[in-house]
T-cell receptor, first 114, second 114 residues
């Protein structure tokens, strides 16, 4: 596996379910990100982990809970979601450092909440 | 002030033509301006990026033009090809963080007709 991988690629869940999205990066990076991509809206940054510490939490509802057990893995735990949470969830990684901002994205998980 | 405004929302160009996508920002702390390209079923991928100390950057058929005083930047795709058909996102990131904190535009769906 190379780059940034995400599983599952597609997920359908009911509003009362609990599920988790998984992201793994094989690039040796130390920062990982979760984004939400909805139709006709800009990518929304949800969470950032740098060196396994959460450094950004952009007013995301508590029904989304991130976890970063090590610098290669990132999870997004989902519970009691709403239909408006249906979207493409993208994971990205980067190598922190002065002036280094390039982010590498995974293919995303297409989430449908019914 | 964190917004990045992108236009047009969609663009249709004939093969061999020039595609132009524009972005504008307000936050003067932004100092890194990348463009991402996204194909269906894939995550965004970095295409080209620029910093405010230069007014233009060219990589192959892709050129970023940057106007610091107007707080605008644009992507030009010369000799557009059907394979360039994708969604393009501009983004901006401020200085002062060790990780990337990208604010994205809404995206432009580019269709290049053969």
């Amino acid at each position: 596996e190379t780059g940034v991988t995400q599983t599952p690629r597609h997920l359908v869940m009911g509003m009362t379910n609990k599920k988790s999205l998984k992201c793994e990066q094989h690039l040796g990076h130390n920062a990982m990100y979760w984004y939400k991509q909805s139709a006709k809206k800009p990518l929304e940054l949800m969470f950032v982990y740098s060196l396994e510490e959460r450094v950004e939490n952009n007013s995301v509802p508590s029904r989304f809970s991130p976890e970063c057990p090590n610098s290669s893995h990132l999870f997004l735990h989902l519970h009691t979601l709403q239909p408006e949470d249906s979207a493409l969830y993208l994971c990205a990684s980067s190598q922190p450092g002065t002036g280094v901002y390039e982010q590498y994205f995974g293919p995303g998980t297409r989430l449908t909440v019914t | 002030q964190q917004q990045v405004k992108q236009s047009p929302q969609s663009l249709i160009v004939q093969k061999g033509g020039i595609s132009i996508i524009n972005c504008a920002y307000e936050n003067t702390a932004f100092d890194y301006f990348p463009w991402y390209q996204q194909f269906p079923g894939k995550g965004p991928a970095l295409l080209i990026a620029i910093r405010p100390d230069v007014s233009e950057k060219k990589e192959g058929r892709f050129t970023i033009s940057f106007n610091k005083s107007a707080k605008q930047f644009s992507l030009h795709i010369m000799d557009s090809q059907p394979g360039d058909s994708a969604t393009y996102f501009c983004a901006a990131s401020p200085s002062g963080t060790s990780y990337g904190k990208l604010t994205f535009g809404q995206g432009t769906i580019l269709t290049v007709h053969p």
